[in-house]
């Protein structure tokens, strides 16, 4: 009984995925880690591009499948020490501990790659791409709010140069 409680509290009911609640306090933690070893804390905030008229058009039922698909790809595309979330909606974010910007280039390319340019559901073929947006610990924040806020403004920095494209925060 307390394992299913503690499962709905924690964990995202569509993808399996950890909810905003859970990734917080994985932040918190890999914040303090962060700071007591002097490595640096990747930070990527992805979207998927054009997903809100997938569902307006398609309906709910294929914006879920799309968004449980694309649960499984950031899976595959991140190692099990990494901390991946389904923040909300159709945002996702990837926590890399030990991990510089190079580093998080890197795990945001692989995440393009396994986006596959189409992709079939339920009878209907569509293009499935995501934007990511990624800040670093120290280099662009001093919290874990303001990592995500950062991450957030550089998400928002590949969307306006043309989607399906990583951002790195800069000021």
């Not at 501990?97 to 009878?123: C, R, T, Y």
Request: charged share 30%.
């Amino acid at each position: 009984q307390r394992d299913v409680i503690f499962r709905q509290a924690n964990y995202d009911q569509l993808t399996g995925l950890p909810n905003r609640h859970l990734f917080q306090d994985r932040l918190n933690h890999a914040f303090k880690e962060s700071k007591r070893s002097s490595k640096p804390l990747a930070l990527l905030f992805l979207d998927l591009d054009n997903f809100k008229r997938i569902n307006d058009v398609l309906g709910h039922s294929v914006g879920d499948d799309v968004l449980v698909k694309a649960a499984g790809i950031l899976k595959e595309a991140t190692r099990e020490s990494d901390a991946l979330v389904r923040f909300g909606g159709d945002e996702f974010l990837v926590l890399l501990k030990d991990s510089d910007k190079d580093d998080a280039l890197h795990v945001a390319n692989k995440i393009l790659k396994l986006f596959k340019p189409v992709m079939d559901f339920k009878k209907h073929t569509l293009s499935l791409s995501p934007s990511i947006g990624i800040a670093i610990f120290p280099d662009h924040a001093n919290t874990p709010e303001e990592l995500i806020q950062k991450a957030d403004i550089a998400l928002y920095a590949a969307k306006s140069r043309g989607k399906n494209q990583a951002s790195l925060f800069s000021v």
